[in-house]
Every structure is written in structure tokens, then in C-alpha cells.
């Protein structure tokens, strides 16, 4: 039998669990795929207005030196992990539906750090991290629930992937294969799905939310930008078809955005929240991926080691910010998140051995100086690329295609109208304005112009050929990298060529695997499946 000391020391830690549990922050992480740094038009351009997305940034954090890496499953894997890739091996390209690998399963990733903390968890949309056996899965790795797709993309519409000459259906709930969702817009069941799990969340506990949207990836190639038609038909103003296409995709993820912050506020869990909105990487433009984003006016696309293919758009909103309304100049990389939002949890950092990423939530809070003044943005031995950048000095070692893609790519979008008003009287501005959080026409007008990234005519366009020498350039006062300043700082080039091979000796080899034909969905009833978990073909096979 216990005492009574016992019986009230058992009753006084559930009640300290249960008052941590009500007081931390309830946390949405919205992750958009292939989104541009030009595509937001809190950046300055007004081709294609993101009121939803907008509103937030105005009211919170515009995360204007935020970098992530070029392509998919690397950023993934840091933002679960924080870790750089080179240490969890997912340095070298994507991971295909039919490789028999994914993130290892000995690296404790975001969701179940914050499972500790009681939070509930949840992902809806992609994964791109492993679904060759079950346990690589998002219900084996921490999540309460999933719904949404395993490998790198699918069409919005018949959610069917084609990739290394293979082609099936990938939509799942949980681990079950979502027939019933055939014909439904992607963007449409990823915004429902989120609805509902806001609206029966339990608030006694706190919520952890991963919407990872296939927007604004591309879809298959017999349609490669799927949005709809009436959607597509407001913009007209858009001369360039593959554009106006995906000006439909992405205004039906900012209304996505919209919808999720209604539900925070309708759930009365809105004041109590902080929510991420960024890119996985750089955008595919000007027909990269058979896509149309626009990174303008920096350099490069996704999958290339210039600015345009790693300084991400992103945001952070929450009422727990002190210092918001503001244009965040804090150095910042996605492997920061894990830390920065366990800490914002509440949770003790130091339990964060063996990662790569800060916790920024206190400088981003009030205002106070990065802890981080340097970033590695890859090395890629298959590919031969590497970049590093270390207080204001970016190295770029190689190139990738050839060097087919180092260029500039718009549209820069300068033209159009920001209606502010947009804006404000947006689902998400209005729930700003419904707790007085809401930023001022005034405010809109000098943040928007305050984040536009300035690539000054008065830089002098000194070539940089990456395959042929290493390029050194000033990013604070060059971001747009136009002026190769190597041959005029050696020293600084020497320095961080010595940085970049210390980061090299920590790397592990990358973890590609040749594609397992087991795993062409032909066998699965043309379903991207679990392979591995199976030592045979499907009894399809025998067909």
C-alpha cells in the first residue's frame, strides 16, 4: 500500500505533467516542396499573391538568412534529425520508392523527441524518407497518424508516382493504401485532414503537426503541373502557360495555409501556437522538373549549391515571439529546427547530443545574435560539389549538370500590384486580427521591402566557373553571387577550402542502393509498397 507522502507525490507529478503538457506551445510545421525564394510574395513579388502565407510572415519572423539543402530527402532528413546529411548518409540525391533503404533507424528523430514531451503527433502529405519496410514508415518513427504519400512526388489528382521507370499509386492512411481518395486534389486532402486533426485534438495536450504538401512539386510528366482549371483561369495576367499553371498550385497551398490557421483559431488553440512555414529547397525554374518556380534575383535552381538552390523561404509565427513584425536577419539552417522548437517546447537541449543544429529560439525570440556563423551546405562526392559559408564568406567547389543551370532565372514579378488588403482580410489575417496580433498597412509596406534581397548593378560581374576553380563570394553584400572574388582573397579562400575538409573527415559514405526491381509497384497491384518487408514477389508476379 503507499503512504500518504507517496499517494500526494505521485498526485503532485501528474499534476506538474499536466501543467507542462497545458503550457507548451502547440507546433505547426508547414513544408512546401520545391517552393522558390520568389515565389512568396512577402519577398517582393507580386506575379502571385500568398496573402495567407503573407500574414503570417508580416506578424511574426520573416526568416530572410534561412538556408536548407538543394533537393528533397536531404533537407528532410536534417529537419528530422539535425544533422547535415553527410552524417546520416542522405548527402547524394533523392531516395526512390524502390531503393531498398532510408533514414537509419537508429537516429531519434523530431517527432519522438517531442513525444517525450507528451506532445500528440502528427504528419499529413510527404515522407520521402524511407517506405522499403514498414518500420521506415512515419507510424514506426514517431508519428500518431499519417496521411499522404511515401515516396518523392505524385500527380495531385490520381496520386500515382512515376520515377526510375516505374509507376504506382502512393497515397496512404497510415499504412493502409487510400483507394477511396482517387480523383480528390492532394493540396484539398492534406488541408481536411489537418482540419480534422485540429479540431479533435485533445488541447489538454499539446499538438505537433508535420504538413509536408506535395505543393509545388511537379506531377508526372503526362501532367506535369496539376491545379484547377477555374484556379488557373484567374491568371490570365500570366502570359507564360507552365507559370499560370503553377500560380494555381500555389495559391491553393496559401489558401491550405489559411484553412490550418481558421483551425488553430477556431479551436481556440491559434494564441497558443507556433507555426513554421518554409521550403524543402531552392525552385525548380524557368522548366527544371518540368516545373516553373522562380528563385529571382538569385542564382541557380534546386539541386545546385547557389543561393537560389538553398536559401529557402520561410517564416515563423507565434504570439510567444518578443520580438516580431520584423525582418529576421539571423543566420539560420533547417538542422536548427529540431533544437530550436525542442527548446521552445521546453525541453532541455542538452539531452541533444551529437547533432548539428542550434537552438535559435531565444536569439530569433528576442532579437539577439545567431549562435550560428557558419553553414555547410553539402558535400556531394558523387557529384564533386561542396559549399560552405562561414560569417559572410560563401566557397563553391563544382557544379552540378554540367554548370547547365548557373544562371539566373526569373520571373522577377516587380511589376504587378500588391493589394495589401489581400492581405489583412485574408482567413489568416483575420485570425491575426481576432487575437490583435495583426500587422498595420504601414508595417506591410517596409517589412515587404525590407526583405527583398538588394543584388545592387554596381556589382561588377566577375565569372565564377565552379568546375573549372573554387569561387569565394561576399554573400552579405552579394547574395546574388556575381562577383568571384577569389583571386582577390586567397587567404579567405585557402581558410575556408582547410573548414570544408574538416567537415569532410566527419562525412559518411552516402547510402544510395541500386533500384530493387521487387519493387516496382507491378507486383504490388501497382501500389508503391513495403517490399522488403516480403521475400518474395506479390503472388501478382505469378500474373
Same mark, same amino acid.
Given at each position: 500500500?503507499?503512504?500518504?507522502?507517496?499517494?500526494?507525490?505521485?498526485?503532485?507529478?501528474?499534476?506538474?505533467?499536466?501543467?507542462?503538457?497545458?503550457?507548451?506551445?502547440?507546433?505547426?510545421?508547414?513544408?512546401?516542396?520545391?517552393?522558390?525564394?520568389?515565389?512568396?510574395?512577402?519577398?517582393?513579388?507580386?506575379? =502571385?499573391?500568398?496573402?495567407?502565407?503573407?500574414?503570417?510572415?508580416?506578424?511574426?519572423?520573416?526568416?530572410?538568412?534561412?538556408?536548407?539543402?538543394?533537393?528533397?530527402?536531404?533537407?528532410?532528413?536534417?529537419?528530422?534529425?539535425?544533422?547535415?546529411? =553527410?552524417?546520416?548518409?542522405?548527402?547524394?540525391?533523392?531516395?526512390?520508392?524502390?531503393?531498398?533503404?532510408?533514414?537509419?533507424?537508429?537516429?531519434?528523430?523530431?517527432?519522438?523527441?517531442?513525444?517525450?514531451?507528451?506532445?500528440?503527433?502528427?504528419? /499529413?502529405?510527404?515522407?520521402?524518407?524511407?517506405?522499403?519496410?514498414?518500420?521506415?514508415?512515419?507510424?514506426?518513427?514517431?508519428?500518431?497518424?499519417?496521411?499522404?504519400?511515401?515516396?518523392?512526388?505524385?500527380?495531385?489528382?490520381?496520386?500515382?508516382?512515376?520515377?526510375?521507370?516505374?509507376?504506382?499509386?502512393?497515397?496512404?492512411?497510415?499504412?493502409? /493504401?487510400?483507394?477511396?481518395?482517387?480523383?480528390?486534389?492532394?493540396?484539398?486532402?492534406?488541408?481536411?485532414?489537418?482540419?480534422?486533426?485540429?479540431?479533435?485534438?485533445?488541447?489538454?495536450?499539446?499538438?505537433?503537426?508535420?504538413?509536408?504538401?506535395?505543393?509545388?512539386?511537379?506531377?508526372?510528366?503526362?501532367?506535369?503541373?496539376?491545379?484547377?482549371?477555374?484556379?488557373?483561369?484567374?491568371?490570365?495576367?500570366?502570359?507564360?502557360?507552365?507559370?499560370?499553371?503553377?500560380?494555381?498550385?500555389?495559391?491553393?497551398?496559401?489558401?491550405?495555409?489559411?484553412?490550418?490557421?481558421?483551425?488553430?483559431?477556431?479551436?481556440?488553440?491559434?494564441?497558443?501556437?507556433?507555426? =513554421?512555414?518554409?521550403?524543402?529547397?531552392?525552385?525548380?525554374?524557368?522548366?527544371?522538373?518540368?516545373?516553373?518556380?522562380?528563385?529571382?534575383?538569385?542564382?541557380?535552381?534546386?539541386?545546385?549549391?547557389?543561393?537560389?538552390?538553398?536559401?529557402?523561404?520561410?517564416?515563423?509565427?507565434?504570439?510567444?515571439?518578443?520580438?516580431?513584425?520584423?525582418?529576421?536577419?539571423?543566420?539560420?539552417?533547417?538542422?536548427?529546427?529540431?533544437?530550436?522548437?525542442?527548446?521552445?517546447?521546453?525541453?532541455? /537541449?542538452?539531452?541533444?547530443?551529437?547533432?548539428?543544429?542550434?537552438?535559435?529560439?531565444?536569439?530569433?525570440?528576442?532579437?539577439?545574435?545567431?549562435?550560428?556563423?557558419?553553414?555547410?551546405?553539402?558535400?556531394?562526392?558523387?557529384?564533386?560539389?561542396?559549399?560552405?559559408?562561414?560569417?559572410?564568406?560563401?566557397?563553391?567547389?563544382?557544379?552540378?549538370?554540367?554548370?547547365?543551370?548557373?544562371?539566373?532565372?526569373?520571373?522577377?514579378?516587380?511589376?504587378?500590384?500588391?493589394?495589401?488588403?489581400?492581405?489583412?482580410?485574408?482567413?489568416?489575417?483575420?485570425?491575426?486580427?481576432? =487575437?490583435?496580433?495583426?500587422?498595420?498597412?504601414?508595417?506591410?509596406?517596409?517589412?515587404?521591402?525590407?526583405?527583398?534581397?538588394?543584388?545592387?548593378?554596381?556589382?561588377?560581374?566577375?565569372?565564377?566557373?565552379?568546375?573549372?576553380?573554387?569561387?569565394?563570394?561576399?554573400?552579405?553584400?552579394?547574395?546574388?553571387?556575381?562577383?568571384? /572574388?577569389?583571386?582577390?582573397?586567397?587567404?579567405?579562400?585557402?581558410?575556408?577550402?582547410?573548414?570544408?575538409?574538416?567537415?569532410?573527415?566527419?562525412?559518411?559514405?552516402?547510402?544510395?542502393?541500386?533500384?530493387?526491381?521487387?519493387?516496382?509497384?507491378?507486383?504490388?497491384?501497382?501500389?508503391?509498397?513495403?517490399?522488403?518487408?516480403?521475400?518474395?514477389?506479390?503472388?501478382?508476379?505469378?500474373?
Amino acid at each position: 500500500m503507499c503512504t500518504i507522502k507517496e499517494t500526494f507525490s505521485r498526485l503532485w507529478l501528474i499534476f506538474l505533467i499536466q501543467y507542462a503538457n497545458a503550457t507548451r506551445p502547440h507546433i505547426v510545421f508547414i513544408l512546401a516542396d520545391d517552393l522558390g525564394w520568389n515565389d512568396v510574395s512577402f519577398h517582393g513579388s507580386s506575379q =502571385i499573391l500568398t496573402p495567407n502565407i503573407d500574414a503570417l510572415a508580416y506578424s511574426g519572423l520573416i526568416l530572410n538568412n534561412y538556408y536548407v539543402t538543394p533537393l528533397c530527402t536531404p533537407s528532410r532528413s536534417a529537419l528530422m534529425t539535425g544533422k547535415h546529411p =553527410i552524417h546520416t548518409g542522405m548527402q547524394h540525391r533523392v531516395l526512390y520508392g524502390a531503393e531498398p533503404r532510408g533514414l537509419p533507424l537508429n537516429e531519434t528523430i523530431l517527432p519522438q523527441y517531442l513525444k517525450e514531451l507528451g506532445y500528440a503527433t502528427h504528419i /499529413v502529405g510527404k515522407w520521402h524518407l524511407g517506405s522499403y519496410k514498414m518500420e521506415y514508415t512515419p507510424t514506426f518513427r514517431g508519428f500518431d497518424s499519417h496521411l499522404g504519400f511515401w515516396t518523392g512526388h505524385h500527380d495531385y489528382n490520381d496520386h500515382t508516382a512515376m520515377e526510375t521507370g516505374m509507376w504506382g499509386l502512393d497515397m496512404r492512411r497510415n499504412t493502409d /493504401v487510400a483507394w477511396d481518395l482517387h480523383g480528390e486534389y492532394s493540396t484539398d486532402i492534406f488541408s481536411r485532414e489537418s482540419e480534422k486533426i485540429i479540431a479533435n485534438h485533445n488541447k489538454s495536450n499539446p499538438l505537433f503537426l508535420y504538413i509536408a504538401h506535395a505543393a509545388v512539386h511537379s506531377a508526372n510528366p503526362y501532367n506535369p503541373l496539376p491545379a484547377p482549371d477555374d484556379v488557373v483561369a484567374k491568371f490570365q495576367n500570366i502570359s507564360d502557360y507552365n507559370r499560370r499553371r503553377f500560380a494555381g498550385i500555389l495559391t491553393k497551398l496559401d489558401e491550405s495555409v489559411g484553412r490550418v490557421v481558421q483551425a488553430l483559431q477556431t479551436n481556440n488553440m491559434f494564441k497558443d501556437s507556433i507555426i =513554421i512555414f518554409s521550403t524543402d529547397n531552392g525552385g525548380p525554374a524557368s522548366g527544371f522538373n518540368l516545373n516553373a518556380a522562380s528563385n529571382w534575383p538569385l542564382r541557380g535552381v534546386k539541386n545546385t549549391l547557389w543561393e537560389g538552390g538553398l536559401r529557402g523561404a520561410a517564416l515563423l509565427w507565434s504570439p510567444l515571439i518578443n520580438a516580431k513584425k520584423r525582418v529576421a536577419l539571423q543566420r539560420m539552417h533547417i538542422t536548427d529546427w529540431l533544437p530550436t522548437l525542442y527548446s521552445a517546447a521546453g525541453g532541455d /537541449v542538452k539531452r541533444l547530443v551529437n547533432i548539428d543544429g542550434y537552438d535559435l529560439w531565444t536569439s530569433l525570440s528576442n532579437n539577439e545574435v545567431s549562435p550560428r556563423n557558419e553553414i555547410l551546405h553539402n558535400i556531394d562526392d558523387n557529384f564533386g560539389v561542396s559549399a560552405i559559408t562561414v560569417g559572410k564568406w560563401k566557397l563553391l567547389n563544382g557544379s552540378t549538370y554540367s554548370g547547365a543551370w548557373d544562371y539566373w532565372y526569373g520571373p522577377s514579378g516587380r511589376k504587378g500590384f500588391y493589394n495589401i488588403s489581400t492581405v489583412l482580410t485574408s482567413p489568416a489575417g483575420k485570425a491575426l486580427s481576432k =487575437i490583435k496580433v495583426a500587422a498595420n498597412a504601414s508595417m506591410i509596406t517596409n517589412l515587404r521591402k525590407s526583405s527583398e534581397v538588394d543584388c545592387a548593378s554596381h556589382h561588377e560581374l566577375v565569372p565564377c566557373r565552379p568546375l573549372e576553380a573554387p569561387c569565394l563570394f561576399n554573400i552579405d553584400t552579394d547574395p546574388c553571387e556575381r562577383t568571384n /572574388v577569389a583571386d582577390e582573397y586567397p587567404d579567405t579562400l585557402s581558410q575556408l577550402q582547410k573548414r570544408l575538409n574538416e567537415w569532410k573527415e566527419t562525412e559518411v559514405p552516402p547510402s544510395n542502393l541500386p533500384i530493387d526491381p521487387k519493387g516496382n509497384p507491378k507486383y504490388w497491384e501497382y501500389t508503391w509498397n513495403n517490399f522488403g518487408d516480403y521475400t518474395t514477389y506479390s503472388v501478382l508476379n505469378a500474373r
